[in-house]
């Protein structure tokens, strides 16, 4: 009987021990609240910190999620999906309890996503859908809408009396998103081009989406037709950026149409010196706080409910697709500077004092 008792005591003391013992698996996570106890680890696995913007997008996630007590593992793979592979799969086998990934290559991720569902692990595609799988939840903005205002805004300024002559610059090809950005503009301009308003002198993909590769493409399409167009329909800042290099080099910069999305601080700063004419500004904290807590939901197994959702080649995924908005040099002040993703000394600091409109009331004396 004795042995019976002492050995009931044990077993209690043992799960006791090994409880804490889990408990404090994935601990040294950060500072904070008693919500750590959960001991929530995320595993968040970026494709690039290239542009700015993502760089915003992993600290604001990281801030929300040890907000509500759980630590992230973060893990950029430099736009090289054999080294994105290998991040996840250490992420996996640290045994985090949810999987955050911007894909570089949306279909190649999708093995990523049976690995992990295999290890039990949840995944959730941030930015950029990943192909072909069970994904849990895709979040992101409104993809499909960026590429429409991008046309919008284009042909809302393009020359009416005469065909328009345009460049067009998409994205990567291994990112979902330069699809559906071009899929936007498509369904603004494809009347106009049928009708003969608009003409594609010349258009093409930059890979990775490097700047260097968006001026390489703007150069041949000087090359090739001279410096007789009209505008560049860029899907982003960063090769915004690329092409007006190419518009300074035949000094032209600022007297053609130069779309962009991301509204970067340098993208921004071109916009209000009238280098380039908008830009798409995609409010990053809804996205990355969202996203943690998501990922925080779904790693305790809480159930999603969300409004919207994408076909990825396999199943229709949950998605949460946020808003976006068009900024140009008329409402930088009301909408990035408003936001405060970037200040107003930052935005004008190339402006002369004289030259810049006043600060809006909410903005003065920081
Ligand atoms: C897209 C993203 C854009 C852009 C681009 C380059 O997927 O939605 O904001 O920056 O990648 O990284």
């Not at 013992?21 to 494709?47: C, E, F, Q, Y």
Request: hydrophobic share 40%; aromatic share 6%; charged share 20%.
């Amino acid at each position: 009987m004795k042995t019976r008792i002492g050995l009931v005591v044990l077993s209690l003391f043992l799960s006791l021990l090994i409880g804490i013992s889990l408990g404090n698996r994935h601990s040294g996570a950060s500072s904070g609240k008693d919500a750590k106890d959960t001991g929530v680890v995320i595993g968040l696995s970026m494709d690039t910190l290239q542009e700015a913007r993502w760089q915003a997008d992993r600290d604001i996630f990281v801030a929300r999620a040890e907000e509500l007590g759980a630590s992230v593992l973060v893990q950029s793979a430099n736009s090289d999906d054999t080294r994105q592979m290998q991040d996840i799969q250490s992420l996996i086998s640290n045994r985090v309890d949810v999987l955050v990934i911007v894909p570089h290559n949306g279909k190649a991720m999708a093995r990523a996503v049976k690995l992990a569902h295999e290890a039990g692990i949840p995944v959730i595609a941030y930015d950029r859908l990943i192909n072909d799988s069970e994904l849990d939840l895709y979040i992101s903005f409104n993809n499909i809408l960026v590429g429409e205002l991008q046309a919008q805004f284009l042909v809302q300024h393009l020359p009416k009396n005469r065909p328009a002559r345009i460049v067009r610059l998409y994205g990567a090809k291994t990112d979902h998103n330069s699809f559906l950005f071009k899929q936007g503009q498509d369904n603004v301009l494809q009347p106009l081009i049928d009708a003969g308003d608009i003409i594609v002198l010349h258009e093409d993909w930059a890979e990775n989406w490097k700047p260097e590769n968006a001026k390489k493409i703007t150069n041949a399409a000087i090359t090739r037709h001279g410096t007789d167009f009209d505008a560049i329909l860029s899907s982003n800042d960063g090769m915004a950026g690329g092409a007006i290099q190419a518009l300074r080099e035949e000094g032209i910069a600022g007297k053609i149409l130069v779309t962009g999305q991301d509204a970067e601080l340098v993208a921004c700063q071109r916009i209000v010196a009238g280098q380039q004419a908008m830009s798409i500004y995609k409010p990053i904290r809804n996205l990355a706080t969202q996203a943690a807590e998501y990922a925080v939901k779904l790693a305790r197994g809480k159930p999603v409910i969300v409004r919207d959702s994408m076909f990825n080649g396999l199943i229709d995924v949950p998605s949460v697709l946020l808003d976006v908005i068009t900024v140009t040099r008329d409402n930088i002040r009301e909408t990035v500077i408003a936001d405060g993703f970037h200040s107003y000394e930052d935005v004008y600091r190339s402006i002369p004092a004289s030259q810049r409109p006043p600060r809006l009331h909410s903005q003065e004396h920081p």
